[in-house]
């Protein structure tokens, strides 16, 4: 609003301004003497606006001493990781046992994290995932068989929507070969639990009448293999995904696209309705670690200065997907 503008350029003789990410508020102002942000370099120009931050920008801008304050103590370093009871958590972990050597592009969303389930290799923009598998199978076609290494790229429910597509086509129509796997978990989780186009209702939470299908958007792209099944259904996914490196590597094979579908814990209606299990861990555990080095559910600890595992009841969720990977059966599950 100019009015607005030529009130607070009249009556201030300086004016700070705040804003988050860029300084679109600043550029509106003009007047670059009376003005204090990040075009001035007053607020940094990256970076968060963190309390203590503002806090320092406000006291230099009123002319008051800096305050010091106490070193806060370090938090012990924690690798990000995928929520306790994430579905794709269990995906990438079928993944790994199906796939032990292969070639695994990534793409853009929270399962990135796959990364440190070794399951995700590269990370380049939306949709690259697709674009990536099928060029690193032709790089590899003309190998002897066994030396085409598996090839299994996974993309999230969204993002396939938003990119997957066109790459998806002309992967199919240039006869690469490669697993797809699709985390369909129902939302935009990363950005704050949008919903995608197959979950019937629009972006202002309004129910819509058209519901747009993966599988049916898959099987329109020319893919011939479209398999769906829950990842918490671990002993099933990991069938599943063995029929899928067969088909891929068939004489008449091609993509075979794979459909991880199980909600997204982040939304609260489902983790209301959901089955939660008792979990414990039995005495039967041997502390071998296996599933804190390759499952990786925070909610799965080693008890301090004690070589022994334990399940933090605060963060489980109670999914019982961990029952499935104990090679010892020492987790056990009741409802
Ligand atoms: S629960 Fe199972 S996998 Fe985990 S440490 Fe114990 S025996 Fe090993
Ligand atoms: S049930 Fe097991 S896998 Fe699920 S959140 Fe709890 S500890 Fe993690």
């Given at each position: 609003?100019?009015?607005?503008?030529?009130?607070?350029?009249?009556?201030?003789?300086?004016?700070?301004?705040?804003?988050?990410?860029?300084?679109?508020?600043?550029?509106?102002?003009?007047?670059?003497?009376?003005?204090?942000?990040?075009?001035?370099?007053?607020?940094?120009?990256?970076?968060?606006?963190?309390?203590?931050?503002?806090?320092?920008?406000?006291?230099?801008?009123?002319?008051?001493?800096?305050?010091?304050?106490?070193?806060?103590?370090?938090?012990?370093?924690r690798r990000p990781t995928l929520c306790p009871g994430c579905p794709h958590r269990a995906s990438f972990y079928?993944?790994?046992?199906?796939?032990?050597?292969?070639?695994?592009?990534?793409?853009?969303?929270c399962y990135?994290l796959?990364?440190n389930l070794?399951?995700?290799?590269?990370?380049?923009?939306?949709?690259?995932?697709?674009?990536?598998?099928?060029?690193?199978?032709?790089?590899?076609?003309?190998?002897?068989?066994?030396?085409?290494?598996?090839?299994?790229?996974?993309?999230?429910?969204?993002?396939?929507?938003?990119?997957?597509?066109?790459?998806?086509?002309?992967?199919?129509?240039?006869?690469?070969?490669?697993?797809?796997?699709?985390?369909?978990n129902?939302?935009?989780a990363?950005?704050?639990?949008?919903?995608?186009?197959?979950?019937?209702?629009?972006?202002?939470?309004?129910?819509?009448?058209?519901?747009?299908?993966?599988?049916?958007?898959?099987?329109?792209?020319?893919?011939?293999?479209?398999?769906?099944?829950?990842p918490y259904?671990?002993?099933?996914?990991?069938?599943?995904?063995?029929?899928?490196?067969?088909?891929?590597?068939?004489?008449?094979?091609?993509?075979?696209?794979?459909?991880?579908?199980h909600p997204c814990l982040m939304d609260r209606?489902y983790r209301?309705?959901m089955t939660k299990l008792q979990v414990r861990i039995?005495?039967?555990?041997?502390?071998?670690?296996?599933c804190i080095?390759n499952f990786e559910c925070p909610a799965l600890v080693e008890?301090?200065?004690?070589?022994?595992v334990t399940i933090d009841y605060s963060i489980c969720t109670g999914c019982g997907v961990c029952v499935s990977v104990?090679?010892?059966?020492?987790i056990?599950a009741?409802?």
């Amino acid at each position: 609003n100019k009015d607005f503008i030529d009130f607070l350029l009249a009556r201030y003789k300086r004016i700070l301004v705040l804003e988050e990410t860029y300084p679109v508020i600043e550029q509106q102002l003009r007047d670059k003497f009376k003005i204090f942000g990040r075009l001035n370099g007053h607020v940094p120009e990256e970076g968060e606006l963190l309390p203590e931050i503002v806090e320092d920008i406000m006291t230099t801008f009123l002319g008051l001493p800096q305050v010091k304050r106490p070193v806060p103590e370090q938090a012990p370093p924690r690798r990000p990781t995928l929520c306790p009871g994430c579905p794709h958590r269990a995906s990438f972990y079928a993944l790994r046992k199906v796939f032990r050597r292969g070639i695994y592009p990534g793409d853009i969303g929270c399962y990135t994290l796959g990364l440190n389930l070794e399951a995700v290799d590269t990370v380049l923009c939306m949709g690259a995932a697709i674009s990536q598998a099928a060029g690193f199978y032709h790089s590899f076609k003309n190998n002897s068989e066994d030396e085409v290494p598996d090839i299994v790229a996974t993309i999230g429910d969204s993002t396939f929507f938003h990119s997957g597509i066109p790459a998806l086509i002309n992967a199919v129509v240039e006869g690469a070969r490669f697993v797809l796997l699709i985390l369909d978990n129902s939302t935009t989780a990363m950005t704050g639990n949008q919903p995608t186009p197959a979950t019937g209702k629009r972006a202002s939470g309004e129910i819509s009448d058209k519901k747009v299908s993966i599988n049916k958007v898959v099987e329109a792209c020319g893919v011939e293999f479209v398999r769906e099944e829950d990842p918490y259904n671990l002993k099933n996914f990991i069938e599943l995904l063995k029929e899928a490196r067969e088909y891929v590597r068939a004489p008449s094979g091609g993509i075979a696209v794979v459909i991880a579908k199980h909600p997204c814990l982040m939304d609260r209606d489902y983790r209301q309705r959901m089955t939660k299990l008792q979990v414990r861990i039995t005495d039967k555990c041997k502390s071998c670690h296996y599933c804190i080095d390759n499952f990786e559910c925070p909610a799965l600890v080693e008890v301090p200065d004690e070589d022994r595992v334990t399940i933090d009841y605060s963060i489980c969720t109670g999914c019982g997907v961990c029952v499935s990977v104990c090679p010892r059966k020492a987790i056990v599950a009741e409802t």
